[in-house]
């Protein structure tokens, strides 16, 4: 409780009182003087002296004036107010304008030094409960920082979060918590959570709540919860108790977490291998048989029929490599991160090369086809990505044609696109075929097909080509009339 290296300000013009007070207390503090009250305010008002002595009588200005101006600046500033002729008046006045104490010189030093130690203690006092106020308002500063950074962050993550206590009742919640409950009515703080709460959430609660009541401690309870139309959401429920120091059960906290989007990405995970499976099936199927009756000597003498059959199970080999070619490609496209050589592609030349490459399967059924190509126009894409959209295009324009049917295949440049039409005069789609045309593994049924091989992911490949390069594919189809597939892609400068 002692100010040790106290600083001290004497304010007067007398010798004597400045040596009384170096001298008794010059060893302990740091002790200044200034002879006038214009330069003692200067001095005293810059920084804060943790005691000031003003003598009453000046040179220049009233030691009053001096006193008001100091505790003007430092209102908590501990004044010791001198005079060689002291009056009760002026005693009061000081006093009453916030002097610590009023003295008549000469000093008595018994008397004047356990005051000053006084006056300095109580010093010490006002600086600690600043000190403390300090601390305390920095404290408070850090909880108020703390607790708005938890608000926004509660507030913004895209989890819902509920806390109910023992009574279940709704004590806190984030706005993601009403969007994924689906709930358009203010919960208010302390409603039960039983006006709310999707039933299967709060049977969640209940149970979770009952548990750490007969067990104590409980572990957390993960539910998936749908979410009623028209949301229709999935959503993840992660409830856990919360516990006292003492051990009670204080209530529960929910996470919700959106999985909508994952389920039905399983789900179509799922859909995905079991229409792999059963494309994989039928055609294995065959070849199985067709080897066994052949092993067996099922089909009589003739080598002839062997044959035939050998030969049906070579095509079906044949289709199954297509098929596990395409999966291959489908798989490549679906992941992140496929890896493409780009390069400037002349269009007219690769779709050249292509029908080059389909003449003899166009022969084979009397198809003409007419090549309409506007040469140097180019797209920026990996070359064997865009010969695969092509091939396809071509090779459905021959497969699902009529005997002596007839292909137009057009280049053009169309605004910042190059446009590619492959016109034929097939067997053409009615309109529901049309709109599953894109799915994996549809294939159009009907009398026209029933012999025609394929995949059914040709064209879902295509169409994720495309539109990995920013493209866009349309369709003009007729039952039984023929069709026109027409690609879009960015065009480049050469
Ligand atoms: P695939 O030809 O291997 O069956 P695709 O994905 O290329 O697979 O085509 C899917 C389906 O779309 C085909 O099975 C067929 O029913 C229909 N289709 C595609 N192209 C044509 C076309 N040019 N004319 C008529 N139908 C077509």
């Not at 749908?226 to 120091?245: D, R």
């Not at 291998?273 to 199985?288: D, F, R, T």
């Not at 910042?416 to 549809?442: A, H, P």
């Not at 049924?445 to 029933?450: C, D, G, L």
Request: hydrophobic fraction near 40%; proline fraction near 3%; aromatic fraction near 8%.
């Amino acid at each position: 409780m002692k100010i040790l290296d106290a600083r001290i300000l004497i304010i007067d013009a007398d010798p004597e009182v400045v040596n009384f007070l170096k001298h008794h207390l010059g060893n302990q503090h740091v002790i200044e003087s200034i002879p006038t009250g214009i330069e003692g305010i200067a001095k005293g008002s810059s920084s804060e002296y943790d005691l000031y002595f003003i003598s009453m009588s000046l040179p220049d200005i009233s030691g009053r004036d001096v006193l008001h101006a100091i505790r003007d600046v430092h209102e908590e500033a501990i004044c010791i107010m001198m005079s060689s002729n002291p009056s009760i008046d002026s005693a009061v006045q000081t006093t009453q304008m916030g002097a610590y104490n009023y003295i008549s010189k000469p000093f008595d030093a018994e008397k004047i030094l356990p005051m000053i130690h006084r006056a300095l203690e109580r010093r010490w006092y006002i600086l600690e409960a600043r000190r403390l106020r300090q601390e305390r308002e920095n404290n408070l500063a850090e909880l108020n920082v703390d607790k708005s950074r938890l608000a926004t962050v509660i507030n913004a993550i895209d989890d819902g979060i509920l806390v109910i206590n023992q009574k279940k009742e709704i004590i806190f919640y984030n706005p993601r918590f009403l969007q994924l409950i689906h709930t358009d009515r203010q919960i208010l703080i302390g409603d039960s959570m039983f006006r709310y709460l999707p039933q299967s959430l709060q049977k969640q609660l209940c149970e979770i709540l009952q548990k750490a009541e007969s067990e104590g401690k409980t572990n957390a309870i993960k539910q998936e919860i749908v979410i009623k139309p028209p949301l229709e959401l999935v959503v993840m429920a992660n409830t856990a108790t919360i516990f006292g120091e003492n051990g009670q059960c204080l209530g529960a906290v929910s996470v919700l977490r959106d999985i909508t989007e994952m389920k039905q990405l399983d789900q179509s995970k799922s859909h995905f291998v079991n229409m792999v499976a059963h494309e994989l099936k039928a055609p294995l199927a065959a070849i199985h048989s067709y080897l066994k009756m052949i092993l067996d000597n099922a089909l009589g003498d003739d080598i002839v029929t062997y044959n035939t059959y050998l030969k049906r199970s070579l095509e079906r080999t044949e289709a199954l490599i297509e098929l596990i070619n395409d999966l291959f490609n489908i798989f490549r496209m679906d992941s992140k991160g496929v890896k493409r050589n780009l390069e400037k592609v002349e269009v007219a030349t690769l779709l050249e090369s292509l029908v080059e490459f389909f003449k003899p399967k166009m022969e084979e059924r009397e198809i003409t086809v007419n090549l309409a190509l506007k040469h140097g126009l180019y797209i920026n894409a990996d070359s064997e990505e865009i010969r695969r959209v092509f091939t396809n295009l071509i090779s459905n324009a021959i497969k699902y044609n009529k005997y002596e049917g007839h292909i137009d295949i057009t280049c053009v440049a169309d605004g910042r696109w190059v446009k590619v039409s492959v016109k034929d005069t097939g067997i053409g789609m009615t309109s529901e075929e049309k709109d599953r045309l894109f799915q994996e593994f549809f294939r159009a049924k009907n009398i026209y097909t029933r012999n025609i091989t394929g995949t059914g992911l040709g064209l879902a490949i295509m169409k994720k080509i495309v539109d990995e390069y920013a493209g866009r594919i349309t369709v003009e189809t007729e039952f039984e009339k023929g069709s026109t597939f027409t690609v879009y892609l960015p065009r480049v400068e050469n």
